[in-house]
């Protein structure tokens, strides 16, 4: 169960858009719709911020929005502030009826 | 509001065990799968094992199989992760989160209990 591919660490200034990458294979990412995102802050628990690839949970502001192509998935960001300076994880299930994470992006927000 | 509180936690030897609980609240417990997900001191977060709502079915991440075992009390609102032989590389904290199950996403965590393995 390798875990997704993600870049180490992202950057951009506030008002600027980022976009983090997840590659996975098509036993996870690129078999099923079933990508999330989650947001962690320093200290605290990961925050669900995007399912199902695109949709966004209540309360979870529309300058963070999804996508995938194939094995690979995306988190744009766009409109960067500086609350948005955390880690990022993506995760998919998978055809053995388990669940992977990516490896973590850090972003910094300049 | 849904809260998830894990607690047990501590110090152990390598090759002891320790039996993590997390309980659940402001949701209907009985209906949801739940999860356990791990994160070792400056690391990434590792998925670690899933029960199903009504505890008939549980999958494994292939590091902790055959050694953790994911268990719940329906009755007390109660999810558990019995750890056997723990190793080193077990430290972490260990968090619980509630399934969102038509979605196949977590989407409540707790705030984690932490596991330090070490002689």
């Known amino acids: 169960q390798p875990a997704l591919t993600q870049p180490a660490s992202v950057s951009g200034s506030p008002g600027q858009s980022i976009i983090i990458s997840c590659t996975g294979t098509?036993?996870?990412?690129?078999?099923?719709?079933?990508v999330s995102w989650y947001q962690q802050h320093p200290g605290k628990a990961p925050k669900l911020m995007i399912y199902?690839?695109?949709k966004r949970p209540s309360g979870v502001s529309n300058r963070f929005s999804g996508s995938k192509s194939g094995n690979t998935a995306s988190l744009t960001i766009s409109g960067l502030q500086a609350e948005d300076e955390a880690d990022y994880y993506c995760?998919?299930?998978?055809?053995?009826?388990?669940?992977?994470f990516g490896g973590g992006t850090k972003l910094t927000v300049l | 509001q849904v809260q998830l509180v894990e607690f047990g936690g501590g110090v152990v030897q390598p090759g002891r065990s320790l039996r993590l609980s997390c309980a659940a609240s402001?949701?209907?417990?009985?209906?949801?799968?739940m999860h356990w997900v791990r994160q070792a001191p400056g690391k990434g977060l590792e998925w670690v094992a899933v029960i199903s709502y009504d505890g008939s079915s549980e999958y494994y991440a292939d590091s902790v199989k055959g050694r953790f075992t994911i268990s719940r009390d329906n009755s007390k609102n109660m999810l558990y992760l019995q750890m056997n032989s723990l190793r080193l590389e077990d430290t972490a904290v260990y968090y619980c989160a509630k399934d969102w199950a038509t979605c196949f996403t977590l989407d409540y965590w707790g705030q984690g209990s932490l596991v330090t393995v070490s002689s």
């Open positions: 098509s036993s996870d990412v690129g078999g099923y719709n079933y």
């Open positions: 995760s998919s299930f998978t055809n053995s009826g388990t669940w992977v």
């Open positions: 199902e690839v695109f």
């Open positions: 402001g949701f209907t417990f009985r209906s949801y799968g």
